[in-house]
T-cell receptor, first 110, second 112 residues
């Protein structure tokens, strides 16, 4: 499944499928990007980050892709599990100023 | 692991009260932040501090003040609480440039 950031605030996928969550950022001068996961009743939790001199970074089951040409960031989650159900949002950083997207709610169906 | 502790998970106060929200971190981070989170609006920065006794206004400082007397503690103060300050309040810390912010679990504040 794939979302288009703020224009599709919910994403529902089947357990075991791959998920793709997208984010359009606003400032071409942003040089650092972060994905956060926020579960119900908890604060945002850092997942993965990427600097502007890279276009791809992989973690455990997660991959972040950065396309600076179109100011687009995506988070790919492999083999999505029920524990991945949460709100995911991106953040862009310029100096000490960090801007957050409103988020996409990911629901994993068993 | 970074630990950011917010003093209350849930708080109910009355209009006109002075409200204190406390945040403590254990990682010696220089930078600390206060956000509010409202549905559909994302995280909005209220105030931040980059050192002891230093503070800077964020995007929505009106009706709030902050205090940072010690490096590990950053307090948010609602001078005279109003119903439009009902929200989830999140504290975050960061060590330096191009590092992630680490968040507490938030305080859900209701002003009646």
């Amino acid at each position: 499944g794939e979302s288009v950031g703020l224009h599709l605030p919910t994403l529902s996928v089947q357990e075991g499928d791959n998920s793709i969550i997208n984010c359009a950022y606003s400032n071409s001068a942003s040089d650092y990007f972060i994905w956060y996961k926020q579960e119900s009743g908890k604060g945002p939790q850092f997942i993965i980050d990427i600097r502007s001199n890279m276009d791809k970074r992989q973690g455990q089951r997660v991959t972040v892709l950065l396309n600076k040409t179109v100011k687009h960031l995506s988070l790919q989650i492999a083999a999505t599990q029920p524990g991945d159900s949460a709100v995911y949002f991106c953040a862009e950083n310029i100096g000490n100023d960090m801007r957050f997207g409103a988020g996409t709610r990911l629901t994993v169906k068993p | 692991d970074v630990k950011v502790t917010q003093s209350s998970r849930y708080l109910v106060k009355r209009t006109g009260e002075k409200v204190f929200l406390e945040c403590v971190q254990d990682m010696d981070h220089e930078n600390m932040f206060w956000y509010r989170q409202d549905p559909g609006l994302g995280l909005r920065l209220i105030y931040f501090s980059y050192d002891v006794k230093m503070k800077e206004k964020g995007d929505i400082p009106e009706g709030y003040s902050v205090s940072r007397e010690k490096k590990e503690r950053f307090s948010l103060i609602l001078e005279s609480a109003s119903t439009n300050q009902t929200s989830m309040y999140l504290c975050a810390t960061k060590t330096r440039y191009n590092q992630p912010q680490h968040f507490g679990d938030g305080t859900r504040l209701s002003i009646l």
